[in-house]
């Protein structure tokens, strides 16, 4: 199943930049073994448009390009559940073990995503009730997801 994440907003040059990317290398390295290949990173700018609600519909817009048959939809929302590392790995892996061809997680923008991707997404899902900046989302992100690599393999870098 390949795996790819949906940004808006773009990521700066530096540590934190540095450090998603050390995390999405890890699992790009770790999961192929799984069935699972990363196939990188879109950022797409954020919407210019007048309200909140025009750019949470452009924003999904281009998002809904990436979706097609066979591909799932994982919303990063702070109104999603709360899983843990184990349940994030084991999700993935029941999405992969269901024949899905595709993966597509989603960082929303500032405004949050459109209601209709909520209700499309296979997974709401919430990094906690907290707001994060986009940046430290890309690495949470990219970590659990090399995370859940390890859990499905065995590997010891998951100690519970």
């Known amino acids: 199943m390949r795996i790819a994440v949906h940004a808006v907003g773009r990521m700066k040059s ?3 930049k540095e450090l998603a990317e050390r995390y999405f290398d890890r699992f790009s390295k770790s999961g192929p073994a799984l069935g699972l290949e990363f196939s990188g990173v879109t950022e797409i700018a954020e919407s210019r448009a007048q309200t ?3 750019r ?4 999904a817009q281009r ?3 990436q979706l097609g048959a066979g591909i799932s939809l994982i919303l990063l929302d702070e109104r999603g559940k709360n899983l843990s590392s184990e349940e994030f790995a084991g ?3 029941s999405m992969r073990d269901d024949g899905r061809r595709g993966l597509v997680i989603a960082i929303g923008g500032a405004d949050g995503h459109e209601a209709s991707l909520r209700e499309q997404a296979a997974l709401v899902l919430s990094f906690g009730a ?3 900046p986009h940046q430290l989302v890309r690495i949470m992100l990219a970590e659990q997801l090399y ?5 499905l393999s065995g590997h010891p870098y998951h100690r519970a």
């Open 130 to 132: 907290m707001t994060w």
């Open 147 to 151: 995370r859940a690599a390890t859990i």
């Open 14 to 16: 530096g540590p934190d």
């Open 63 to 65: 998002l809904q390009a």
């Open 56 to 59: 949470r519909r452009d924003e």
């Open 52 to 54: 909140a609600g025009e």
């Open 91 to 93: 999700k993935i892996g």
